[in-house]
């Protein structure tokens, strides 16, 4: 099947690498443009981009799909490479019509949730934010509207207690090409049975913003958790604890109930804070302000706690 990509971080690189391992063609690769990276702001290629070129396959960064000569350039592009399948995943520009009408037989997007659940730009953290147990990825016909395509396939799995927004978004990746994979096998058989979403059960999953980071201790002690989880590691939860300011990358619950005030520091040989309702967090990576990120028993030899 001839085959056009469209996908950018590191959450698409699976879904390319498995059409390619297992013998697709893969015609094109469409992704964002190279952007300024580190400390020199020196361009760094899309990692998706980096995959692509490591198997020759030809690599074309529009500046818009939409609008201007870069969206005309393009449009004419794909005319010309006539794909059975156009495979959407992470890629970061909307698709105006006439773009999701020239694959022979879809558009399609991978998306990194159970529609229509966490429609959006991130669903994995928002998952996690709100502490669902469950989550997964969709295959659906890429349509207009934001993540509102009829849905093909879905695949779950479970969320860890302590599992970060990361650790999900690579297990997820994984999951996102096994589902591809039994998409494309799907359409190329003809057996493909697509469902509409029922709009009544979305909800909508934003781009994280640092307004998020901020803990409030008067909130329960899962709550706490679940943001410390789904914003590890960007933009990153942070305390003001005993004076400083710190980055919480990671945390467990204690499930114990304390005595004492919300904020309040109840074991600094553990680093366990009492929250609104009673019950401890504990704190296990942290990053404190000009330092490195390290584990909390580091942290601790080299700084007292004070209650």
């Not at 990153?236 to 004076?243: D, T």
Request: aromatic share 6%; with cysteine; hydrophobic share 35%.
């Amino acid at each position: 099947m001839d085959i056009v990509f469209m996908g950018t971080p590191d959450f698409a690189v699976p879904c390319l690498k498995a059409l390619v391992e297992s013998g697709e063609n893969v015609k094109a690769v469409f992704t964002q443009p190279d952007k300024p990276k580190g400390r020199g702001y020196k361009l760094a290629p899309p990692p998706v981009k980096e995959y692509a070129v490591s198997k020759g396959i030809p690599v074309y960064q529009p500046l818009s799909m939409k609008k201007g000569e870069d969206a005309d350039k393009s449009y004419e592009l794909l005319k010309e490479l006539a794909p059975d399948l156009i495979v959407v995943v992470a890629y970061g520009q909307i698709l105006p019509k006439r773009i999701l009408d020239i694959p022979k037989t879809y558009c399609i997007n991978i998306h990194a949730s159970l529609l229509p659940a966490y429609r959006g730009a991130g669903p994995i953290q928002w998952c996690i934010l709100n502490g669902e147990k469950v989550t997964g990825v969709t295959s659906m016909i890429m349509a207009e509207g934001l993540d509102t395509g009829d849905m093909l396939l879905k695949a779950s799995l479970e969320i860890g207690e302590n599992e970060t927004a990361d650790e999900l978004h690579d297990r997820l990746s994984e999951l996102g090409a096994k589902v591809l994979l039994d998409t494309v096998s799907a359409i190329k058989s003809g057996d493909v049975h697509p469902e509409k979403q029922d709009d009544s059960l979305s909800n909508y999953a934003p781009r994280l913003t640092k307004e998020l980071c901020p803990i409030d201790f008067s909130k329960s002690a899962q709550e706490i958790h679940d943001q410390i989880r789904g914003l590890s590691s960007w933009p990153c939860a942070v305390a003001e604890i005993a004076g400083r300011r710190l980055k919480i990358y990671r945390s467990e619950l204690d499930g114990v109930h304390h005595n004492g005030s919300a904020g309040e520091i109840c074991d600094k040989d553990k680093f366990t804070v009492i929250c609104g309702d009673g019950f401890g967090i504990t704190f296990t990576e942290v990053q404190a302000e000009g330092g490195k990120r390290m584990k909390t028993a580091d942290y601790l030899r080299g700084n007292k706690l004070v209650y």
